[in-house]
């Protein structure tokens, strides 16, 4: 259920509704509003008529159900859109479109080093690279595990990019969200319900991406188990999925976009680089993503390409992301945003 409190109600009166809310064995988070908070009660159906009653209390406008499965994610709870807060400089959900760019893995502090240079001088706002990597074969390169976030850290000192990095597990989940800015659940992990309740209770943001076989409504349960656990800093990513085609990696599903729009208040990011798994398709699809109304993208560049140890294929040569960036500056001033 969704208390709307009235605007301006004193916080007497919330805090008598979060005392009622407990008592009655339901969970409350508050959603504060430009004009009014509205206080969300999860829990099972069966107290649903004492919840009810609550509208009599003093500062509460109504009461009312949330009628789909996902609660806290929905834009019942919360009809402006989230703005997510990276670092002072970045926040993802504004007018402005958040750009990720750097390599698949960390390989080498050369390598992060010279590609986090390049993507700041190219207007990226946050450089994305993963130190754990879950790679679909177990004789991959795995990653450099903590070496490859100190790496991360290092760039992140020298540029002032704050990072996106992968946790792939609750036990080394700690560990990240003491280096990272930002923690990604990927792709394989979208439904690991340990890990998405783990980083839900870390204080850091987290990019939460689409898994390959995962329907929209399936994602956003997936967001609402990280904000069940106190986590309301989720910012979904749509990063392609299973389809017929072969032509492409993955089918990048752009109407993602205007239909988690309609559905929730969390930032969408767009990954167009695992999206379709090619270099050339990368361009043209962030355009699209940026017209359809992404509020970032994630993008895989590597000074070197041909001698990536993963995704060296969906990767951009600095010089190439350079001429993107450009070009998607005026796609966004189009759509009356910045990058
Ligand atoms: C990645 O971002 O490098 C990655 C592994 O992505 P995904 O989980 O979408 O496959
Ligand atoms: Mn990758």
């Known amino acids: 259920m969704i208390i709307v409190m009235k605007a301006g109600a004193a916080k007497k009166d919330k805090d008598e509704v979060l005392r009622r809310i407990k008592e009655l064995g339901y969970t409350s988070h508050v959603i504060r509003g430009t004009t009014r908070d509205v206080i969300g009660a999860i829990g099972d159906e069966r107290g649903k008529a004492a919840l009810q009653a609550l509208e009599t209390l003093h500062g509460v406008e109504n009461v009312l159900p949330i009628l789909q499965p996902y609660k806290l994610a929905s834009l019942e709870v919360k009809k402006e859109s989230s703005k997510v807060r990276i670092s002072d400089a970045v926040s993802i959900g504004g007018s402005q479109i958040v750009i990720m760019a750097g390599p698949c893995a960390v390989e080498s502090e050369e390598q992060i080093i010279e590609s986090a240079l390049a993507v700041k001088k190219s207007g990226a706002h946050m450089l994305r690279g993963g130190a754990f990597k879950p790679r679909t074969s177990p004789y991959s390169f ?116 205007p239909v988690l729009k309609g559905k929730t208040h969390l930032p969408i990011v767009i990954d167009p680089s695992h999206g379709t798994g090619n270099h050339h398709y990368v361009a043209p699809m962030s355009y699209a993503a940026v017209a359809a109304g992404a509020d970032g993208l994630i993008i895989e560049v590597h000074p070197d390409p041909e001698h990536a140890s993963s995704d060296g294929a969906q990767s951009l040569k600095p010089s190439k992301f350079e001429v993107m960036m450009q070009k998607l500056r005026l796609f966004a001033e189009a759509d009356g945003r910045k990058l």
């Open 142 to 257: 795995q990653g450099l595990e903590e070496e490859g976030l100190k790496l991360m850290a290092k760039a992140r000192e020298l540029t002032g990019l704050p990072f996106v990095t992968e946790v792939i597990n609750p036990e080394t989940a700690d560990m990240v969200a003491d280096y990272a800015d930002m923690l990604q659940i990927g792709a394989r992990n979208s439904q690991n319900f340990a890990l998405l309740k783990k980083v839900g209770q870390l204080g850091k943001p987290v990019l939460l991406k689409r898994g390959m076989a995962m329907t929209i409504q399936e994602l956003l349960m997936s967001a609402e188990y990280i904000m069940s656990e106190g986590n309301q800093s989720v910012i979904l990513c749509e990063r392609g999925i299973r389809t017929f085609e072969t032509a492409t990696r993955n089918t990048l599903d752009l109407s993602a976009i």
